[in-house]
Structure formats: structure tokens, C-alpha cells
Antibody, heavy 117, light 111 residues
């Protein structure tokens, strides 16, 4: 079946960097974009942007430029979210989800990133 | 401040019908972009519930339905069950922001 499986939880100190992976299976990876979303504790969903898995071109939402980088390894059907100069406010669950401009389906199970000194 | 506006909470008794509204503007829902709905059960990832305004993915019960009119959309849930307690999010696309846009989410409580 079509699914996205994300890497496990991370505990990082402020100023560090982290890389979250999202491995796709059950479909041809390069035919759908991968989106990244953030959900802070007790808050709603924020769309961070997407990466075109055919061209590798990323698109970042306004609030997620600079410290955030989307990348791919198509040989293993995996998308990555890398972000640096971590702040405590980056503590959140990060999701990947398959989709173009329309609906997002399926979603990965989420990766909790905790930033704490 | 979310681009799409949802009520923070709704509630209903088992068996009843509830609706959740999603209000946008001329740069998103009113521009003709489709509305999609997600259900997020406690401690889990969001799951697609309704796509393209009024379509149910395979496996979603017909108790869930969606509609869209003008700059707004609605999700209706009939025959409420305890297992429907969750957060519900609407989503569309905003042409001013060139971004996927979400509502702030609505918490459904089954009394």
C-alpha cells in the first residue's frame, strides 16, 4: 500500500541542526511532490512547502525560508527536511505528505523534534 | 492567524449531526480552489477525510460529507459516534500567498 515512513524522534540543543527523513513506498516516488508540514504542541497545521520529486525543485512557504532545506534521494525514494540553528520554538511534530497543489495523502506518521538545552 | 477560518470547537450528542464551517476569501476558496478536509485523532497524523469539496476516499464512511459555496465550505458529520472525537482541518490553496492554506482546526467533542 502507499505509505510514507518517517525517521524517529530527535532531541537537540539550541543552535544544532537536524535532518528528518521520509521514505515512500507503494508508488513511483517521482510522480508526486512531497510536502512538509509542522505542528507545534497544541497548535494547528502549518504548511512549510514542497519539493518536486521529478525535478528536485523546492518551494518554501514564507515563514520557512533560510534555515530549512528540502532534499531528495530518489534512489531510495526518500525525501529529507534539514533545518539548522535550532531554536526552542522549533519544537514540534514534523510531517511529510504526498500531494501536488491539491489534497495531501497519505501522511507520514510524524517526527517529533524537541529543542531543549 | 490562519488564512481559512474555522470555529475552535463544536460538540454534539451521539447520533446527532454537526457541521464545521471553513471560511476563506477571494484568493482561495472564492477563487475556485478546491477544499479538502482532514481528521486528526488524538496522538496521530492527519488523515484525508474529504477531497475536492465533496469526495470521500475509499474507506471513509458516508456519514462524512463536504460542500462548498462561494468563499466557504462545510463538513457535515451525521450519526455522531464517540470515535469521531478528533480535530478537523480544512485546506485549500491561496493564490496571494502561493501556498497551501489550512484552517486553524476544529475540535469535535461527542457529549
Amino acid at each position: 500500500q502507499v505509505q510514507l515512513v518517517q525517521s524517529g524522534s530527535e532531541l537537540k540543543k539550541p543552535g544544532a541542526s537536524v535532518k528528518v527523513s521520509c521514505k515512500a513506498s507503494g508508488y513511483t516516488f517521482t510522480t508526486y511532490s512531497v510536502n512538509w508540514l509542522r505542528q507545534a504542541p497544541g497548535q494547528g497545521l502549518e504548511w512549510m512547502g514542497w519539493i518536486n520529486t521529478n525535478t528536485g525543485d523546492p518551494t518554501y512557504a514564507q515563514d520557512f525560508t533560510g534555515r530549512f532545506v528540502f532534499s531528495l534521494d530518489t534512489s531510495v525514494s526518500t525525501a529529507y527536511l534539514h533545518f539548522s540553528s535550532l531554536k526552542t520554538e522549533d519544537t514540534a511534530v514534523y510531517y511529510c505528505a504526498r500531494g501536488e497543489i491539491n489534497w495531501l495523502d497519505p501522511w507520514g506518521q510524524g517526527t517529533l523534534v524537541t529543542v531543549s538545552s | 492567524q490562519s488564512v481559512l477560518t474555522q470555529p475552535p470547537s463544536v460538540s454534539g450528542a451521539p447520533g446527532q449531526r454537526v457541521t464545521i464551517s471553513c471560511t476563506g476569501s477571494s484568493s482561495n476558496i472564492g477563487a475556485g480552489y478546491d477544499v479538502h478536509w482532514y481528521q486528526q485523532l488524538p496522538g496521530t497524523a492527519p488523515k484525508l477525510l474529504i477531497y475536492s469539496n465533496n469526495n470521500r476516499p475509499s474507506g471513509v464512511p458516508d456519514r462524512f460529507s463536504g460542500s462548498k459555496s462561494g468563499t466557504s465550505a462545510s463538513l457535515a458529520i451525521t450519526g455522531l459516534q464517540a470515535g469521531d472525537e478528533a480535530d478537523y482541518y480544512c485546506q485549500s490553496y491561496d493564490s496571494n500567498l502561493n501556498a497551501v492554506a489550512f484552517g486553524g482546526g476544529t475540535k469535535l467533542t461527542v457529549l
